[in-house]
C-alpha cells in the first residue's frame, strides 16, 4: 500500500538552530502534502499545505517565514524550522494522499523535535 | 473553534467487549469521515471510512455508524482486543481530492485483559 516515509524521527537542536524534516511518498507521487503538527495530549493541528511546484499555502497563525516549506518534486517535501525556540518543541507529522476522490491520508511516522 | 469533538478523551473496556468510541462535528460541509489509531511517537495509521451518502460501514471488527442529523458518528470495536489499545482520532474532510483532514482531540483505549 501508499507509504509516506518521514526523516528524521526525532531531533534535539539548540536554541536558534534551524531543523529540516523531510517528507517523502515512496510508491506514488503527491502534488500535495499536509503537514500537521501535534502538542501532547492534543489533535493534530494543521500547519500548512505543500503544494508541488508553487507555494506552501499556511493555516491561520502559522509563520511562513519561521516554518519554510519546499516541495521539490512530486515525491518529496522538506519542513524547516528556522531559528527554532523551546516553543517549537512539538511532535510535527507529514502526509499525503494518494490518490483522487475520497482516498484516506497516508501518515509519516512523525518527527519529535525537541529544542532545548 | 473545535469542528470536530471528541468528548470522551479516556475509555477502558473488557477484554472481549465492544468498545464505542464517539464523535460529533459541528461543519456541515463534512462528507467524508475517518477513524484513525494512533500509537506515541508514531504518525495515525488509517482504520475505517464512511461517507457521508451511508449510515454504516462495516471491517471486520470494526463498524463505524454516521448519524448525519445528529452530526454524529461512532467507531465500535467488537470484540475488543489488548492490541486495541492506542489512541483513536476521529477526522473529517469537506470534499474529494486533495483536502485536508480535520481531526479531533483523540480518545485513549485501554482494553483491559
Redesign the interface.
Known amino acids: 500500500g501508499a507509504v509516506?516515509s518521514?526523516h528524521p524521527?526525532?531531533v534535539i537542536c539548540k536554541s536558534g538552530t534551524s531543523v529540516k524534516i523531510e517528507c517523502r511518498s515512496l510508491d506514488f507521487q503527491a502534488?500535495?502534502m499536509?503537514w500537521?503538527r501535534q502538542f501532547p495530549?492534543?489533535?493534530?493541528?494543521?500547519m500548512a499545505?505543500s503544494n508541488e511546484g508553487s507555494k506552501a499555502t499556511y493555516e491561520q497563525g502559522v509563520e511562513k517565514d519561521k516554518f519554510l516549506i519546499n516541495h521539490a518534486s512530486l515525491t518529496l517535501s522538506t519542513l524547516t524550522v528556522t531559528s527554532a525556540h523551546p516553543e517549537d518543541s512539538s511532535?510535527y507529522?507529514c502526509?499525503a494522499?494518494p490518490g483522487?476522490?475520497?482516498s484516506?491520508?497516508?501518515?509519516?511516522?512523525?518527527t519529535?523535535l525537541t529544542v532545548t | 473553534d473545535?469542528q470536530?469533538k471528541q468528548n470522551s478523551?479516556s475509555l477502558s473496556v473488557q477484554e472481549g467487549r465492544i468498545s464505542i468510541l464517539n464523535c460529533d462535528y459541528t461543519n456541515s460541509m463534512f462528507d467524508?469521515f475517518?477513524w484513525?489509531k494512533k500509537y506515541p511517537?508514531?504518525?495515525?495509521?488509517?482504520l475505517i471510512?464512511i461517507?457521508s451518502i451511508k449510515d454504516k460501514n462495516e471491517d471486520g471488527r470494526f463498524t463505524v455508524f454516521l448519524n448525519k442529523s445528529a452530526k454524529h458518528l461512532s467507531l465500535h470495536i467488537v470484540p475488543s482486543q489488548p492490541g486495541d489499545s492506542a489512541v483513536y482520532?476521529c477526522a473529517a474532510?469537506k470534499k474529494?481530492?486533495?483536502t485536508?483532514?480535520?481531526?479531533?482531540?483523540?480518545t485513549r483505549l485501554s482494553v483491559i485483559a
Not at chain 1, 41 to 46: A, D, T, V
Not at chain 2, 41 to 46: K, L, R, V
Open positions: 509516506v518521514q524521527s526525532w502534488t500535495t499536509f500537521y495530549k492534543q489533535s493534530l493541528m494543521l499545505t511532535f507529522i502526509s494522499p483522487q476522490g475520497h484516506p491520508l497516508h501518515f509519516g511516522n512523525g519529535r | 473545535q470536530v478523551p467524508y475517518l484513525y511517537a508514531e504518525g495515525p495509521t488509517f471510512s461517507s482520532f474532510k474529494a481530492g486533495n485536508p483532514l480535520v481531526f479531533g482531540k483523540g
